[in-house]
């Protein structure tokens, strides 16, 4: 089987989990890099024309010319995985807000502005709102805004770097100090509990979670989030709060740095689904 992994990172060659998965997977396969980072959507729609298409894409790039790129390839009968509507869904922090509620997921209540700048003009919505809250970036980016603001001063204090920024501001809700990290490869769920970025000097440490400690709910949460967003990788960080189980983000095809095993369930996938592109050839 032919293999490409679309990517933009240029630390992924060496990274302990994906470096490793493509290694194994080379020993049988065929595997290359498409680097998108200096190259526009037409030139690396362009470097890949120079290849024969693969029978398997790994859209591990997030920046918009990996997913024109991804998009285009689908448009030929290409196989993506995550796909393009998936991937989108989770870089659109309203979109993947509107899947959340057709699904009936646990999410915060969250509103968009085309502009912080908009957000902090519209006086009267301003006087409504109900700090503390949780602000982001509208598209999910490497480098993007995510920050906790307590006031309206804290907020406007956010202005100078940015203000042409699209938001969206989601509802706080108090957690109990741990952000439960849970990633899935191919239906395997892998766990850890992390300190919430949150706090002040809070540590960035995983304490792993076995299978058997992982509640019902999480495991059921956890499998209909990728049902709702046909996602074959994923990550997803959710808080116990006195309402139950909230989800708070999603990761389309994160990296699985640290998570023991992840390198073999990566590899079992692409097994997996060369078996079932031969079964429907």
């Known amino acids: 089987m032919d293999i490409c992994l679309i990517m933009d990172n240029p630390e992924t060659p060496n ?15 065929t595997v290359r890099l498409l680097d998108v980072r200096s ?41 993506v ?13 309203v979109r993947m807000a509107e899947r959340m509620h057709e699904a009936d997921l646990p999410w915060p209540r969250t509103w968009s502005f085309s502009t912080l700048e908009s957000l902090l003009g519209a006086h009267e919505l301003l006087a409504t709102l109900p700090f503390p809250l949780i602000i982001k970036s509208y598209y999910s980016h490497r480098g993007d805004l995510v920050d906790k603001v307590r006031t309206l001063a804290e907020l406007q204090a956010l202005a100078p770097q940015w203000s042409q920024e699209p938001v969206v501001l989601q509802e706080f809700v108090p957690g109990d100090g741990w952000d439960i990290k849970l990633w899935v490869i ?15 000097n809070a540590s960035k440490e995983d304490f792993p979670l076995a299978p058997d400690e992982l509640p019902a709910e999480w495991v059921r949460i956890t499998h209909e989030v990728g049902q709702a ?20 983000d999603v990761n389309s095809f ?13 590899v079992n996938l692409v097994e997996h689904l060369n078996k079932e592109r031969q079964t429907t050839a």
């Open 15 to 29: 990274h302990p989990v994906i470096a490793v998965a493509l290694q194994r997977l080379s020993a049988t396969h």
């Open 254 to 266: 994160p990296g699985f740095r640290g998570v023991p095993g992840a390198d073999t369930a990566l």
């Open 39 to 79: 190259r526009s959507s037409a030139e690396a729609i362009a470097e890949e024309e120079k290849h024969a298409q693969a029978n398997l894409y790994l859209l591990k790039s997030h920046a918009p010319q990996a997913l024109d790129v991804a998009h285009t390839l689908e448009q030929r009968g290409a196989l």
């Open 186 to 200: 191919d239906q395997q769920i892998f766990a850890a509990r992390r300190r919430t970025p949150l706090e002040a």
């Open 81 to 93: 995985v995550n796909s393009w509507a998936a991937s989108m869904a989770c870089q659109d922090r």
């Open 229 to 248: 967003f046909n996602l074959r990788l994923y990550g997803i960080d959710l808080l116990e709060t006195a309402r139950g189980p909230m989800i708070i």
